[in-house]
């Protein structure tokens, strides 16, 4: 057997769930990005939406026009654009737009029908969105366009460096100033929203009208200090393999770096057989050498089930767990089960 990763949709849905009751009265949007953190966007999408969710931020238009043709009708938030981006098939489809630039704005401004806009300020992160100098300049063209219903501005965002309490608090505060200079220019966004999964969660203020929440919903702790499970969350993703050979003293699990076993060398890593943590002590291309004989075809839990968390593998490649689930490639079969 080559690797596979099986994805708890029960698990999803409790965590979606959980959230969506955390955060209330705000509103919660999963966080599909990179193939929903490699879960996989279109087998997620209505199950996000069931549990609670009640839109989807999904990056790219391209994503979010993915969403529409498989069937999905609620709220879709892109933001991230090219040169290329089809705004004429994003309005057409009603996707919410994310706007950064004047010139993206003007572009969406110009194909045919309303669009629905969403202006992002740039609050410290630096990672786009308008910058503050250029605020009221922006939010003025933007009122013309609503004037000539090309637009039609219906949210105020901004992300957040999540790096400390104070430091969101002080771009909150610049959020504050940039949502009162957008109506002082006569916008009136309903939709305000600064959130992803660690302010969501830990800073009530921060959550707005709507929260955009990714990793938490996949049961992975956006924090250093507690896991997943230790916010009442489920992990959603597993990955398993078996053992394809052995010798008196090692065993060859039959997955590697290329089906997302992470290139651990800290000494501490294991992978569970049954209730046994086997030390890893080699991961190659194609395989993963253990220590200890097991019978061959045993299934190994390699992330989850009985074995380490993507958290735990986070920790030894100093990493993040959202590398984790997300560097398990496509071609890893996905068993969906709940
Ligand atoms: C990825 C992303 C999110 C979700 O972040 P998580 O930390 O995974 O919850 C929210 N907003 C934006 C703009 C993002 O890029």
């Known amino acids: 057997m080559s690797a596979v990763a099986r994805i708890d949709l029960a698990a999803f849905e409790h965590n979606v769930a959980s959230i969506v009751s955390a955060v209330a009265p705000a509103a919660a949007w999963v966080a599909v990005k990179s193939n ?32 529409r043709s498989h069937g999905i009708t609620a709220p879709l938030f892109a933001w991230l654009h090219g040169t290329h981006t089809d705004f004429t098939s994003a309005v057409e489809h009603n996707i919410d737009l994310g706007v950064s630039t004047i010139e993206q704005l003007e572009s969406i401004a110009r194909v045919p029908g309303t669009a629905r806009v969403h202006l992002k300020i740039d609050t410290g992160l630096h990672r786009n969105g308008i ?56 916008l009136s966004p309903e939709l305000l929203h600064a959130a992803a999964s660690p302010t969501a969660i830990r800073n009530p203020r921060a959550r707005y009208d709507v929260v955009r929440v990714g990793i938490a919903t996949y049961g992975i702790s956006p924090f250093d200090d507690v896991d997943g499970v230790g916010l009442g969350l489920r992990p959603v993703m597993s990955l398993h393999a078996e053992i394809s050979s052995s010798t008196e003293s090692q065993s060859i699990v ?10 651990s060398t800290d000494p501490g890593t294991f992978i569970a057989v049954g209730n046994n943590r086997a030390s890893v002590l080699g991961v190659f291309p194609g395989h993963t050498v253990i220590d200890g004989s097991f019978p061959v075809g045993t299934i190994v839990d390699i992330v989850g089930g009985n074995g380490a968390t993507a958290e735990d593998w986070a920790g030894w490649v100093d990493g993040i767990g959202d590398e984790i689930v997300t560097g398990i490639p496509t071609r890893v079969r996905r068993i969906y089960s709940r």
């Open 254 to 263: 039959s997955a590697g770096w290329t089906d997302g076993v992470p290139q």
């Open 131 to 186: 910058p503050d100098e250029l605020w009221d300049s922006v939010c003025a063209a933007a009122r013309g366009w609503e004037e000539t219903n090309d637009i039609r501005v219906v949210g105020v965002w901004t992300h957040l460096a999540d790096a400390s309490l104070d430091a969101d608090n002080a771009a909150l505060d610049r959020f504050d100033a940039a949502i009162e200079r957008a109506r002082a220019a006569g």
């Open 36 to 67: 929903a953190y490699g879960h996989g966007m279109l087998e997620l999408a209505d199950n996000a939406l069931t549990a609670g969710a009640s839109g989807l931020a999904v990056l790219d238009v391209p994503a979010a026009l993915a969403l």
